[in-house]
């Protein structure tokens, strides 16, 4: 005769993330407005877009996906997941609004070799607040049990942003010249960058504890490392919808400004970057000490604390600092002609 088994059998406990879901049903329907139609639990996500494009004249739709990386096991080692949905809803959102979009919905992606249903809801309402807070739909999202698959107690956070924008205000870089000036945003921190070698050197090398204070500073190494990813969205919107003149958009992600900075530029085109021009917080004065790295590698594995850049036409640059203030929005650099297409480090 056969043994029968069941999914519990094989590890995977389906009541767990229904469970997970359920307590965070409440706050998911707090992110819904009257253009959601679907239900939680449903096979696909519905979004009446009927109200929304009838302001466009050539609607045009933007998405972006990503993932919140290794930060994950330092929420996992701290075991805190409360702003981990800031991360991922800031990381994608940051992206549509990159491009000038308006984000209009998100859905997440949660897996585990084994979903603890405490830890999941933590997840799913870090993120549904997020998306609460700027005003995005979290039309819906997936979890998935895969022992074998994930490590014991690791998991796994992906979300999709979509927005939409009209074609004429796309943001592109396109109109970058020279001469131009080159803004920046100040980072919370490390965002979700350079966590591989972060944890290598706080957790290897330095066999430092999450509770540990960060050396010469007053954050615990957990704190720093779990500062929630910026999100610039609300800013760069409410730029575009004073029609304000903003040549590009960089979001200071992974190959931080020495990568980012070139995919909005054209060709004949390079930026020049005064490092000095902006006041680097606890967490990269202590990696600048800590790592034996060259400037460029730096600034080419973290934001090292400019999260967004604006590059802007020079005549603007006045108002646009004025209406950024409260942002801290600060002058860091300037566009040239030069055929490399890269960033130069100005270390005076």
């Not at 329907?29 to 239900?39: A, G």
């Not at 902006?278 to 600048?288: A, D, E, R, Y």
Request: charge should be negative.
């Amino acid at each position: 005769m056969k043994k029968k088994i069941s999914y519990k059998d094989a590890g995977v406990d389906i009541e767990k993330a229904d469970q997970a879901i359920a307590s965070s049903k409440k706050i998911i329907q707090q992110t819904f407005t009257e253009n959601v139609m679907s239900t939680i639990g449903g096979f696909g996500s519905m979004y009446n877009l009927k109200n929304i494009l009838k302001d466009y004249d050539e609607p045009i739709m933007v998405q972006s996906i990503d993932g919140v990386g290794t930060k994950m096991s330092v929420a996992q080692q701290c075991g805190d997941f409360r702003s981990i949905g800031t991360d991922l809803v800031s990381a994608c959102c940051n992206d549509v609004a990159a491009t000038g979009a308006k984000p209009l919905t998100f859905l997440d992606y949660i897996a585990s070799d084994s979903l603890n249903p405490k830890a999941v809801s933590e997840i799913i309402k870090s993120v549904a607040v997020e998306c609460k807070e700027i005003g995005v739909s979290l039309v819906g999202g997936e979890t998935a049990e895969m022992p074998g698959t994930y490590r014991k107690a690791e998991y796994d956070l992906v979300g999709v942003a979509t927005g939409v924008i009209e074609k004429k205000d796309i943001i592109d870089g396109s109109n970058i010249k020279s001469g131009d000036i080159v803004l920046g945003l100040p980072s919370s921190g490390l965002h979700t960058n350079g966590y591989s070698l972060v944890r290598k050197l706080m957790f290897e090398t330095l066999s430092l504890k999450v509770t540990d204070f960060l050396p010469g500073h007053s954050s615990t190494v957990g704190e720093a490392l779990l500062a929630p990813h910026k999100n610039y969205s609300v800013v760069i919107n409410d730029l575009v919808e004073k029609k304000q003149n903003i040549a590009g958009v960089a979001h200071i992600t992974g190959g931080g400004l020495i990568d980012n900075i070139p995919r909005i530029l054209p060709k004949g085109l390079s930026v020049e970057i005064d490092i000095g021009g902006w006041k680097k917080i606890p967490i990269f004065g202590f990696l600048t000490k800590a790592l034996d790295l060259k400037n460029e590698e730096f600034y080419r594995t973290f934001n090292m604390g400019i999260g967004l850049v604006f590059i802007v036409d020079i005549n603007d640059k006045e108002n646009i600092v004025e209406l950024l203030k409260n942002e801290g929005c600060v002058e860091i650099g300037r566009v040239i002609k030069d055929d490399s297409q890269k960033v130069y480090l100005n270390e005076q």
